[in-house]
């Protein structure tokens, strides 16, 4: 996972490396996924993308935007999480 910030908004990408061979996802889909996650971000003015990497990876990306404060006035910052 990383995630970027600045004063304007926010950024959270969480990638995922998919194993050589791995089988595709079987059985019934209950959930809303990625359409649900894409109208959620669109409800707080941001956005969603999601799909496979150059190299084979799947990588989920939200960016939304942070309220502007008076006292924020950190420079943009990149984190990366454990």
Do not use: F, K
Request: overall charge positive; charged content about 25%.
């Amino acid at each position: 996972m990383l995630r970027e910030y600045g004063p304007a908004r926010l950024d959270v990408t969480v990638r995922n490396t998919v194993p050589p061979g791995a089988a595709p996802a079987v059985g019934p889909r209950p959930g809303h996924g990625i359409i649900g996650m894409s109208e959620r971000a669109a409800m707080v003015g941001g956005t969603l993308t999601a799909g496979r990497t150059p190299d084979g990876a799947w990588r989920v990306r939200l960016t939304v935007p942070r309220p502007v404060r008076d006292d924020d006035r950190r420079t943009a910052t990149t984190e990366e999480a454990p």
